[in-house]
């Protein structure tokens, strides 16, 4: 693994409240719901433990590109991330990631969908909770896994947020 010096951040607000944005040298590597004064020490700890002495350093402009498409995804016109990730996990891990981000836009697949796909058809455990230990939501969008009966279910920035995602991008009806 190559050395990442620095994590760079900033935050954007979005119609599900202000999201924390992390990249490496390397690609975006986190995405947290919450402004930074909240994130911050979270923050903290997932780059210390993920990069052992990268500094957190504020760069809005570095992560411009992101909050860019982020906005255009939140807007309706954009339907998928053209970003450089750079995301840290278990083989696992980052094969149900990899599945995941194929899901398309406003459809949704099952837990045990996915561990279908993946040959692993018992591991509908694990795919949940690879799932929650998704650094990048909304990017990889893991908002499109849901119960096997169409519930909702888990999500890492609250039910609310998923919710919001789904109905914002047709993949499921209103809920009041």
């Not at 996990?89 to 995941?100: D, N, P």
């Not at 908002?143 to 169409?150: A, F």
């Amino acid at each position: 693994m190559s050395k990442r010096s620095f994590i760079y951040y900033t935050e954007m607000d979005s119609p599900i409240g202000a999201l924390t944005i992390a990249s490496t040298d390397f690609g975006v590597c986190l995405v947290e719901f919450g402004p930074v004064k909240e994130t911050c020490s979270s923050i903290q700890i997932w780059t210390k433990k993920q990069f052992m002495n990268a500094e957190l350093k504020e760069d809005p402009e570095k992560l411009q590109p992101v909050v860019d498409q982020l906005k255009e995804y939140f807007a309706g016109t954009r339907t998928t991330f053209d970003l450089e990730l750079d995301l840290v996990g278990t083989r696992f891990q980052c094969l149900v990631w990899e599945r995941v981000k194929k899901i398309p836009y406003g459809q949704t697949k099952s837990y045990k969908q996915i561990a279908m796909e993946i040959g692993a058809p018992k591991a509908v455990r694990a795919i949940g909770g690879s799932n929650n230990k998704n650094p990048v939501p909304i990017i990889v969008p893991c908002h499109r896994v849901i119960g096997n009966n169409g519930s909702m279910v888990g999500y890492g920035g609250g039910l609310d947020k998923k919710e919001h995602l789904l109905k914002m991008e047709g993949a499921i009806e209103k809920i009041s």
